[in-house]
């Protein structure tokens, strides 16, 4: 089984897919991402999927229970890139996907879980004050 | 080709991909029937135990598409309107996986026999 790796930038925690997802990566990533926010205290997750293929039932509930777990450990979830064929296929799917906040990118996702974790917080600490630099 | 573990669900993924590609269906009907392959092929590893994938090209006149067919000889479907129900799950899935599969292919055939076991066979057409 091939895991998902996990990046940290600043406060926010960054899980690109670029691997075809198995059932037990799925779970297992579940797993080393509550391990990873709970271990780094992360005010955010990232779940770049613009790599992804295809998401079915299963990995989109993989996204709604991400989304739970990281709330119970007060961090946001963005899910971002996701292709237009898969976003037509999911809907008539139907799966909804309510309650996972999505973008159009990294950066704007990047960009929402600033300002969700200010609203929180207060304003952020120079660390996490532009997780986008730390990339540059 | 077998389903008998996680690893095969994929496999059969990447070969209705295969398959879409070489009849040319669009990147929607490509990524909506190996979205309904991948529902199909897991219910036949968890609910019917593991069972058999076959997917094929085939033809209509001058049409062409792709065909997946899925057979376990698991405990089968009591009630086949409930399960093709949305939303209505036997406890371990969102309750999607067939009716969601129905929703993005051409045609979808459904055989079950309680105690026999349980046969879906779906096909996409190239437009």
């Known amino acids: 089984m091939e895991r998902v790796p996990i990046l940290k930038i600043g406060g926010v925690l960054l899980v690109s897919i670029q691997i075809d997802l198995q059932d037990q990566s799925v779970l297992a990533l ?22 992804v293929e295809i998401v079915d039932s299963f990995i989109g509930r993989m996204f709604a229970t991400i989304a739970s777990i990281s709330q119970l450990f007060d961090a946001d979830t963005v899910v971002v890139g996701m292709r ?13 996907l309510g309650g996972v906040r999505t973008a159009l990118d990294l950066e704007r996702g990047m960009k929402i879980l600033r300002v969700l974790g200010e609203q929180r917080r207060g304003p952020s600490s120079d660390e996490d004050a532009d997780p986008l630099r730390a990339l540059l | 080709m077998p389903i008998t573990e996680d690893g095969d669900v994929v ?22 029937l190996v979205t309904a392959t991948s529902e199909l092929a897991r219910n036949t590893l968890i609910y019917g135990g593991g069972g058999v994938a076959h997917i094929e090209i085939v033809a209509d006149g001058r049409r062409r598409g792709v065909r997946a067919s899925f057979r376990d000889e698991g405990p089968g479907i009591p009630d086949v309107s409930l399960a093709l129900a949305d939303g209505w799950s036997s406890g371990k899935g969102l309750g999607l996986g067939l009716s969601g599969a129905r929703r993005l292919v051409d045609e979808f055939d459904l055989d079950t026999e309680v105690g026999r076991g349980t046969s879906v066979t779906v096909v996409k057409w190239k437009r």
């Not at chain 1, 579940?30 to 790599?51: F, P």
């Not at chain 1, 237009?84 to 909804?96: D, F």
């Not at chain 2, 496999?11 to 909506?32: E, F, H, I, M, P």
């Open chain 1, 84 to 96: 237009p064929a898969v976003a037509i296929t999911l809907v008539e799917l139907g799966l909804t």
């Open chain 1, 30 to 51: 579940q797993e080393d991402l509550a391990e990873k926010i709970s271990t780094t205290g992360a005010h955010g997750v990232v779940i770049d999927i613009s790599a």
């Open chain 2, 11 to 32: 496999r059969v993924r990447q070969l209705a991909r295969n398959y879409a590609q070489q009849v040319a269906l669009s990147l929607v009907d490509q990524t909506k």
